[in-house]
């Protein structure tokens, strides 16, 4: 019988060896499932469990599952076979995975728990997959059918751990199997790698350096192809097994970021589970209120349709760690009882429907000692906790069940996320310390952010279901994907994209007539002239509707062939082109107003944005008077539902327009929030404590 979820999945990771102290167990199961917490992860490693060949230590483990049987907190078993057990490390040295230079990489302490182990084993390995994939089957044969088991967590995070992109024997082999797939002869591999000389396979190495070239390319997708396949080699051993209990795993909303450096790529995960989810803690990134709705969003996103958690969410403060030293307190360094109900309401509204903190409280060992955890270090309640436990109670309340069972509405507008930009975007940056990429995506975002407009993140593939697009920093893309843009395009999609788009065409090669890729006839005009100097585009500026906006690191000019020139730099040149193709239109900016953004939160380029939406014709299905608070549209079966949130420290009162396409509104009934809102028409006037939300379901 196939398991079922809590209405809200809501709880943290609690047992990371040997974290908490053992004579805690009981008391801390007992305090979460008073305080409503419904489910827990625990790290279930091989390292610490397989004790030696065949021998396994089970008694930990065993104690957590049915201490969760007794309090009613379900179980996800996670990080299985990242930490390897040290034997496995002397009886196979050939299977440690290895650097570039040749350099092993050895047993390690794990950071984010003190064992030894972590870094794991080469999968290209057979004796190391053997190994692995046997310890796989022994944990879920054990607790398949344990009555708190809920799912595994088949991956952390997502990405590559350190020496993940391995140079060791098998890895290499492996590596020349997937390009003898891909070429078919050595000849074409060396044609297209333009190395004319190769007369053995044996001889064709990774790229010692990578680079704007055809063979770094190839690596990194070849890297990125392998760690996923490993990702469903996971799940094959274990749904072979148990087809009654959750495959899930865990991302860090990095595609923006980390796709071709570290793997991450939201998209391709989450196509490997069936509920996926993401760890964003505000030490680390920020506490701007954008940044945790962007990563909820590529959630999201990437999850296609499918439930998403917010799988490691922070409860409490970080201390000594890079990402923080220099940032002010507020931060998201010390966490208060109102950041996590502000971070949880954020997710929710998202459209997250699980919630987890990274820590039930704190590792005692370690650098991580003392962070992220809602309870104290000694397993006390706190602020945070009761906090964590108001909000545990509500979403799991029976009055709760439709607006969980609903879904944000579709964005006005998409950003579209597409991989070969980004990896030659990284690869480019290999002869230099930037990244462009990441902050044109986060500048568009923000853009439209910062306008009450609901950007929501697309892939190629997701394109039709968006009448309108907008492309960031769109410098690299292959023949397929102009023409499947070209043709959404001519079947009556907006699109508006920033300079150089598809500068770069396959394999990185530029086209000699720009837009490349055939994409100068959908835009109507030819470049002119182009200037690569970003360290000097600070002053770059155009004029926009009567107003100077601020552009970034390139300046790409046109001539018109069937366009209209909409937008001019200061010398007069066009900027700014327009242009009707087939049933649809398009507006190609010859900057980057995304990145300008980013960079200056400049008041011009932020109307800007919602200039540039206005220009679609489409209705924006939000607006609202106050910069402060941001407003998200869900829909289902049970009716729909306003989530209004303010982000800020002070209380403060707001006028929201919903779109009558989404709902004429007469009446509401508030499931949430300290104070009633007056209604006029589809107009609501809310007042809002701060880092507070107003939840209001909707009878038209």
């Not at 495959?247 to 595609?255: D, K, L, M, V």
């Not at 998409?414 to 980004?422: C, N, R, W």
Request: proline letters at 4%.
């Amino acid at each position: 019988m196939r398991n079922i979820l809590p209405q809200l999945p809501y709880g943290a990771v609690y047992f990371r060896k040997s974290n908490p102290p053992k004579e805690d167990w009981e008391r801390d199961y007992a305090i979460a499932s008073e305080d409503g917490m419904n489910i827990f992860r625990h790290w279930f490693m091989w390292g610490a469990i397989e004790v030696a060949p065949g021998i396994y230590d089970w008694e930990d483990y065993d104690r957590h599952m049915d201490l969760g049987a007794k309090h009613g907190i379900r179980t996800i078993i996670a990080e299985m076979i990242i930490f390897a057990p040290e034997w496995a490390y002397a009886k196979l040295p050939h299977a440690m995975h290895e650097d570039i230079a040749g350099n092993k990489v050895k047993s390690q302490m794990g950071v984010s728990s003190a064992v030894g182990g972590f870094g794991g084993l080469c999968l290209d390995c057979d004796e190391a997959r053997d190994l692995a994939g046997n310890f796989l089957k022994q944990l879920a044969l054990r607790y398949q059918d344990h009555a708190s088991m809920l799912g595994y967590d088949i991956l952390n995070e997502c990405n590559y751990h350190p020496g993940g992109i391995c140079y060791c024997q098998h890895s290499k082999a492996k590596y020349r199997e997937w390009l003898h797939k891909k070429y078919g002869d050595l000849s074409s591999l060396g044609r297209t790698w333009r190395r004319y000389s190769y007369t053995s396979w044996e001889e064709v190495q990774p790229p010692a350096k990578l680079g704007p070239y055809p063979e770094s390319i190839d690596w990194l997708q070849f890297n990125k192809e392998k760690f996923y396949g490993w990702m469903q080699w996971r799940r094959d051993i274990i749904a072979g097994i148990d087809n009654k209990n959750f495959i899930t795993a865990h991302g860090e909303a990095a595609s923006l970021v980390k796709m071709s450096s570290a793997g991450s790529d939201d998209w391709e995960a989450a196509s490997k589970v069936e509920i996926y989810g993401f760890t964003w803690v505000a030490s680390r990134k920020g506490s701007e209120p954008w940044k945790q709705w962007h990563a909820v969003d590529l959630t999201r996103a990437g999850s296609n349709g499918k439930p998403f958690w917010h799988a490691e969410m922070q409860g409490g403060p970080l201390w000594l760690q890079p990402q923080v030293i220099g940032r002010p307190k507020s931060d998201g360094r010390v966490t208060e009882a109102e950041d996590i109900q502000l971070w949880n309401m954020i997710s929710l509204a998202g459209g997250a429907r699980g919630l987890l903190f990274p820590r039930w409280r704190s590792l005692l060992d370690g650098p991580l000692f003392g962070a992220f955890g809602p309870y104290e270090m000694d397993g006390s309640r706190t602020r945070r906790s009761q906090t964590a436990s108001v909000i545990a109670r509500w979403t799991n309340e029976p009055e709760q069940q439709d607006l969980l069972a609903s879904s944000p509405i579709k964005g006005d507008i998409g950003i579209l996320v597409v991989p070969e930009t980004e990896r030659f975007s990284y690869l480019l940056s290999q002869s230099g310390d930037y990244d462009y990429y990441s902050e044109a995506m986060w500048g568009a975002y923000r853009g439209f952010f910062d306008n009450h407009i609901q950007a929501d993140w697309v892939r190629m593939e997701q394109i039709d279901s968006y009448d309108v697009l907008y492309y960031p920093y769109p410098i690299s893309l292959d023949q397929a994907h102009a023409t499947q843009l070209k043709e959404w395009v001519a079947n009556g999609g907006t699109l508006i994209t920033e300079g150089c788009p598809a500068y770069f065409g396959d394999y990185g090669s530029v086209g000699v007539i720009q837009p490349n890729l055939g994409l100068h006839e959908v835009f109507g005009a030819v470049q002119v002239n182009v200037e690569f100097m970003p360290d000097i585009s600070d002053n770059l500026t155009f004029e926009y509707q009567g107003t100077e906006r601020k552009g970034a690191l390139y300046q790409q000019t046109f001539q018109t062939t069937t366009a209209s020139v909409t937008g001019t730099y200061k010398d007069g040149s066009a900027a700014i082109v327009e242009n009707q193709y087939g049933a649809g239109k398009v507006m190609l900016i010859g900057t980057f107003p995304s990145a300008a953004y980013y960079r200056t939160s400049d008041a011009s380029n932020k109307e800007l944005f919602k200039d540039i939406f206005a220009w679609t014709g489409k209705e924006q299905t939000v607006r609202a008077d106050n910069e402060l608070i941001q407003v998200r549209l869900h829909d289902g079966d049970g009716g729909k539902f306003v989530w209004i949130i303010n982000s800020s420290n002070v209380e403060i009162h707001t006028k929201v327009h919903i779109s009558d396409h989404f709902s004429s509104v007469s009446e509401t009934k508030k499931l949430w929030g300290q104070y009633d809102p007056n209604i006029n028409g589809n107009l609501i006037y809310a007042q809002l404590p701060a880092k507070d939300a107003l939840i209001l379901q909707l009878k038209g």
